[in-house]
């Protein structure tokens, strides 16, 4: 079955380390992306990637990095930087960037902060 | 810039019973609508979506929205609804003109179905 998966689907770090959040798809969408989910919030968008090589910010990217090497993995790293890292995170993707395209999203990876 | 607003942040409903979650979002010449589900720990799926067309768009679990310009609402509707509905529901909106990374999404509003 297509679809994206994203592991491990719970995640405890200690403040000040690094962590990378995995991101896999087999449907070959052309663009993935990363979201922050926060109770009452909705879903913020920290990156997105339209094309192999190429990502841009969101909403909300300091303290996150990503790559984009191949197109089926679009991996998030949160670094020490985030102050508030401890979230809830969804991985999408979309067959084009194009506004009309729905998202499928992954089952999310839930990250503690401690 | 787009905004969505979710009129309602929990809705609790007996089964069997009607349910409408409302969704409004800022004006803008072109926008799609679309209605996401989100079962707990699990990532969204989507509902249904407006492109163009016909106002009512119909999806999948028997839900359905209509789509109302001149509100700039977007209301999500079931006529009977059923344990299992439990979840959270997200309205969002994307504007042709910028993409879909530009997709909004709204805070969610989560259905509780009792018995």
């Known amino acids: 079955d297509g679809g994206i998966t994203q592991s491990p689907k719970y995640l405890f770090r200690k403040e000040g380390q690094n962590v990378t959040l995995s991101c896999e798809q087999n449907?070959?969408?052309?663009?993935m992306y990363w979201y922050r989910q926060d109770p009452g919030q909705g879903l913020r968008l920290i990156y997105y990637s339209q094309i192999v090589n190429d990502f841009q910010k969101g909403d909300i990217a300091e303290g996150y990095s990503v790559s984009r090497e191949k197109k089926e993995s679009f991996p998030l790293t949160v670094t020490s930087a985030q102050k508030n890292p401890t979230a809830f995170y969804l991985c999408?993707?979309?067959?084009?960037?194009?506004?009309?395209?729905?998202?499928?999203f992954g089952p999310g990876t839930r990250l503690t902060v401690t | 810039a787009q905004s969505v607003t979710q009129l309602d942040s929990q809705v609790p409903v007996f089964e069997e019973a009607p349910v409408e979650l409302r969704c409004n979002y800022s004006s803008s010449v072109s926008v799609y609508l679309f209605w996401y589900v989100q079962y707990p720990n699990q990532g969204l799926q989507l509902l249904l979506k407006y492109l163009s067309g016909s106002t009512l768009v119909k999806g999948i679990n028997g839900f359905e929205a209509e789509f109302n310009k001149s509100q700039t609402s977007f209301h999500l509707r079931k006529p009977s609804v059923h344990i299992s509905d439990t979840a959270e529901y997200f309205c969002?909106?994307?504007?042709?003109?910028?993409?879909?990374?530009?997709?909004?999404f709204g805070a969610g509003t989560r259905l509780f179905v009792k018995a």
């Open positions: 449907l070959n969408h052309d663009a």
């Open positions: 999408a993707s979309s067959i084009a960037g194009q506004a009309d395209y729905e998202q499928y």
């Open positions: 969002a909106v994307s504007d042709r003109d910028t993409g879909g990374f530009k997709t909004i």
